[in-house]
């Protein structure tokens, strides 16, 4: 009797009845109905979070902003929320959200509060203040509800200060911008400050140059008008000299009418006398018509005003009418004189005139004495007002030196600053529309997440697909066990070679599971749409792990009976608990470390992954390298109980615990 040959008689025994094939074919089910049912309800658990009703209450009143912009970041949370449709959200107001919280109307409730947007705009004050969010659950609607609305809050807080850094990243690119334009202003006006300096300076320095030109010509109009009062005094002198001289003309002349023919001969000496004076009076006024040319060309030069020299000359030509009259009556008299001398013979009859007219002449020569104090009053008056013209103009020198310095360290000045600004404008940046608003969407929003996977599960059913199908396996062959004999009793009496019933009383259940794994492969991956990788390999790996679980399940029921069938199942608890099949080995607790590296469904569901997924296969190997250890140390076990079950002893006779 082979193996083989054990196994079909197993199998026949099985299916004798209707209601064993009836059997058999729901136990071929099981793994299928666990495994694929569980992961159709799990598929996608996410795509259907828009049926999970949730309330959002808006009590924000919002703010105005410094600029004037009205900022009401609640409604705009509402907004977006609603409009994501990421839950059942329904905006309702704080009574009706705590009732339908209360209720079971809705799993939680956000509130964005009163302050919310005043307390986001504190910053820009300097009185920061943190935005709160109130979350509000009720576990009785279910537990998950509040990690799943931590997630929420968690994913509105971070848009909301990606927005506000991007609102105040915004803002300050535009404060550059605003700076930029101002210093570039500020530039150019320092740049028009130095050329407007440099020109100034340069007219200080040419005003310094006319200064110091003007100082020398009045130094030359001091001395001339120093000449001018001297001259002047010696003419006042000369001429009231001559009028003390000619008070006694008058009677003279009376006494020459008288004694005309007397002094006949003296007479020539008189004339001569007379026309030297009167050469002299010619050449005192062309002299003074001289002075006063070169009088007015010099203060012209000096700086005074046309006003000015007007003035001066008024004054000089006031003293020179009388010296020009005086000058005319002295030609008069010396012609007269002449005459005299020419006609002796007239000058008895003439003596009369004379007499009239030595009167005028004395009047006159009084006038032009009045006339020289004059001018040597008002050249005295030029002397002194030219003196402090001198020294008004040695200090304007001065104060023009000290302006063309000044204004030359004022161009110095603003050439380093306009230098200064122009250096300074390249470093404040000055962005585009476009560019201030990509910064800031990059300060608001700085680390973006670019995913790369080796190997990715499509979905939520998907990443639990390789747990579940490992633990449907086991408990399909756990189901198995409650009809399938693990040790031929017949082959026993037979006295079959033990390794022989051991890997008999294994074939008919190892074929068994295999059809599960079919069935069970098809309706997760056809049925509930889970995608694969590798199909072949994965249904060939899903025979090696149900011929593995089998053998497994086989000895321990070969060795221990109905105890056996309790250690599996204490087994698949075991295994349920540290294979990671969900969550990632490394969170189970420290003392269940080495049940994940020791019990094979962990390689079961580190194979099914692999497969699924994709990505290296170099792992495989050590999956089937345990998974077949398991297998051989399994059979052996079940040889062991096999050729313990050919001793008969009391407690098999009549054991503790027996199948009912």
Not at 388 to 415: I, K, M, N, P, Q
Request: hydrophobic share 45%; net charge neutral; charged share 15%.
């Amino acid at each position: 009797m082979t193996a083989i040959r054990l196994a079909l008689t197993e199998l026949r025994r099985l299916t004798t009845s209707t209601l064993g094939k009836a059997a058999i074919a729901a136990m071929i089910l099981v793994p299928s109905i666990y495994g694929g049912f569980y992961l159709y309800a799990n598929k996608d658990p996410y795509a259907a979070m828009s049926r999970v009703p949730a309330a959002v209450v808006v009590e924000d009143t919002g703010t105005t902003l410094a600029t004037g912009e009205k900022l009401d970041v609640g409604r705009q949370v509402a907004t977006t929320l609603v409009d994501s449709h990421s839950f059942g959200w329904h905006q309702v107001d704080r009574a009706r959200a705590d009732r339908g919280l209360r209720d079971g109307d809705y799993n939680f409730v956000l509130v964005v509060p009163k302050a919310f947007s005043a307390d986001l705009a504190s910053s820009a004050e300097f009185t920061p203040r943190q935005a709160l969010l109130e979350i509000e659950t009720n576990d009785a609607n279910g537990y998950l509800s509040r990690t799943i609305a931590n997630q929420v809050v968690a994913e509105v807080t971070k848009s909301v200060a990606a927005q506000v850094s991007s609102t105040a990243a915004n803002q300050l690119l535009v404060g550059f911008s605003t700076i930029h334009d101002k210093v570039a202003a500020a530039a150019k006006g320092a740049g028009e400050l130095a050329t407007g300096a440099a020109s100034a300076s340069k007219g200080a320095h040419d005003l310094a140059t006319g200064a110091d030109s003007l100082v020398a010509g009045e130094k030359k109009l001091r001395t001339g008008s120093d000449q001018l009062a001297g001259g002047a005094t010696q003419l006042n002198t000369g001429l009231q000299s001559m009028k003390s001289q000619t008070a006694s003309l008058p009677s003279q002349t009376r006494q020459l009418a008288d004694g005309a023919r007397q002094v006949a001969d003296g007479n020539a000496k008189v004339a001569a006398a007379g026309q030297e004076v009167a050469t002299a009076a010619s050449t005192f006024v062309s002299q003074m018509t001289s002075a006063r040319g070169d009088l007015a060309t010099r203060l012209a030069a000096a700086g005074f005003t046309d006003d000015q020299v007007a003035t001066v000359l008024a004054e000089a030509d006031k003293v020179a009418t009388p010296v020009t009259a005086a000058s005319g009556t002295i030609q008069s008299t010396s012609a007269r004189l002449t005459t005299l001398s020419k006609g002796a013979d007239q000058v008895a009859d003439g003596a009369a005139t004379l007499a009239g007219a030595s009167t005028r002449l004395t009047q006159g020569i009084s006038e032009a004495a009045a006339g020289g104090s004059r001018l040597a009053s008002g050249a005295h008056d030029l002397q002194t007002g030219q003196h402090t013209a001198y020294d008004g103009s040695v200090r304007l020198a001065a104060g023009a030196h000290t302006l063309d310095d000044g204004l030359g360290e004022l161009a110095t000045g603003a050439a380093t600053l306009r230098d200064g600004l122009a250096s300074g404008l390249k470093a404040i940046p000055d962005p585009t529309d476009a560019q201030r608003k990509a910064v800031a969407q990059t300060l608001g929003n700085p680390v973006g997440v670019k995913g790369l996977s080796q190997a990715a599960a499509a979905d939520y059913g998907a990443g639990l697909a390789p747990f579940f199908m490992s633990l449907a396996l086991w408990i399909g062959g756990f189901v198995l066990f409650t009809r399938i004999r693990p040790i031929s009793n017949r082959a026993i009496v037979a006295g079959q070679p033990a390794w022989r019933i051991a890997l008999g009383g294994w074939l008919a259940p190892a074929l068994l599971g295999v059809v599960q794994a079919a069935f069970a492969y098809v309706v997760v991956i056809a049925g509930v749409g889970v995608q694969t990788e590798h199909p072949i390999l994965l249904l060939l790996f899903m025979f090696a792990v149900s011929a593995t679980f089998m053998a497994m399940i086989h000895a321990l029921m070969s060795r221990f009976g109905m105890v056996g069938q309790f250690l599996g199942l204490v087994l698949m608890v075991l295994q349920l608990v540290s294979a990671g099949g969900t969550f990632p080995w490394q969170t189970l607790p420290t003392p269940l470390h080495p049940l994940h590296h020791l019990l094979p469904m962990s390689y079961a569901v580190d194979g099914i992954r692999r497969l699924m997924y994709g990505g290296s296969l170099s792992h495989l190997g050590i999956d089937l390298a345990v998974l077949a250890a398991y297998a051989v140390g399994a059979l052996a076990l079940g040889t062991v109980a096999a050729r313990r079950l050919g001793t008969w002893d009391a407690l098999r006779v009549k054991p503790e615990v027996v199948a009912p």
